[in-house]
């Protein structure tokens, strides 16, 4: 069920992020998606995730599939079947810890639908898009580069610490991957097993 009339959710002020990177610091038992605004004055913003999430992230951002459909293309396939695509993912909001997204789908009948969605699964859906939908992210998560106070660095670390008991589950393998951005990253597929 949308969790929103399209009208009601405000895109003004969401800043559009890309994804850089997903992976694990070791002995985190969770992994971690960073998203690096256009805007460079303002601060990358990371999300703790399941190691499983990262795999399957991983596998995305290095255009590679499983020899089964994984979740989210399994869900990219269903709704590509019934003509819907992901117009955007928003990042916006955090509650009780947990950043919390909202997923538009638009129909051949021209209408928007919002659901509401966990990050990582928003972001796969965006990623496997033929062209990849924009990742918008409300303005107080990422921060600005010249703000002292530490608030958005408060926001990464009190999320990281109080999602590892709900998100985090022990991995003995670690997945890294680069994004390759317009600015010379690394190229996509440097996933990396440790």
Same mark, same amino acid.
Request: net charge negative.
């Given at each position: 069920?949308?969790?929103? /009339?399209?009208?009601?959710?405000?895109?003004? #002020?969401?800043?559009?992020?890309?994804?850089v990177r997903v992976g694990?610091?070791?002995?985190?038992?969770?992994?971690?998606?960073?998203?690096?605004?256009?805007? @460079?004055?303002?601060?990358?913003?990371?999300?703790?995730?399941?190691?499983?999430? !990262?795999?399957?992230?991983?596998?995305?951002? !290095?255009? /590679?599939?499983? +020899?089964? +459909?994984? @979740?989210? =293309?399994?869900?990219?396939?269903?709704?590509?079947?019934?003509?819907? *695509?992901?117009?955007?993912?928003?990042?916006d909001e955090v509650v009780?810890? *947990?950043?919390?997204?909202?997923?538009?789908?638009?129909?051949?009948?021209?209408?928007?639908?919002?659901?509401?969605?966990?990050?990582?699964?928003?972001?796969?859906?965006?990623?496997?898009?033929?062209?990849?939908? +924009?990742?918008?992210?409300?303005?107080?998560?990422? #921060?600005?580069?010249?703000? @002292?106070?530490?608030?958005? =660095?408060?926001?990464?670390?009190?999320?990281?610490? /109080?999602?590892?008991?709900?998100q985090g589950a022990s991995?003995?393998?670690?997945?890294?991957? /680069?994004? !390759?951005?317009?600015?010379?990253?690394?190229?996509?597929?440097?996933?990396?097993?440790?």
């Open positions: 069920m949308p969790v929103l /009339e399209p009208d009601s959710f405000n895109l003004a #002020g969401l800043v559009p992020c890309r994804l694990v610091d070791l002995p985190e038992p969770f992994a971690r998606v960073t998203l690096l605004p256009d805007d @460079t004055s303002l601060m990358e913003f990371e999300i703790p995730i399941s190691i499983e999430q !990262a795999r399957q992230l991983a596998l995305i951002v !290095a255009k /590679e599939r499983a +020899p089964r +459909p994984m @979740t989210a =293309e399994l869900m990219q396939d269903v709704l590509a079947s019934y003509g819907f *695509n992901v117009s955007y993912v928003a990042l009780d810890g *947990n950043v919390h997204a909202v997923l538009a789908l638009s129909g051949q009948d021209g209408r928007t639908r919002l659901f509401s969605a966990r990050p990582s699964d928003a972001i796969m859906l965006a990623l496997l898009q033929p062209v990849q939908a +924009p990742i918008l992210v409300a303005p107080n998560l990422v #921060g600005r580069r010249d703000v @002292t106070d530490g608030q958005a =660095e408060d926001t990464v670390r009190q999320m990281s610490s /109080e999602e590892v008991g709900s991995h003995p393998q670690a997945v890294d991957a /680069e994004v !390759a951005t317009s600015t010379g990253n690394p190229s996509p597929g440097g996933v990396q097993n440790s």
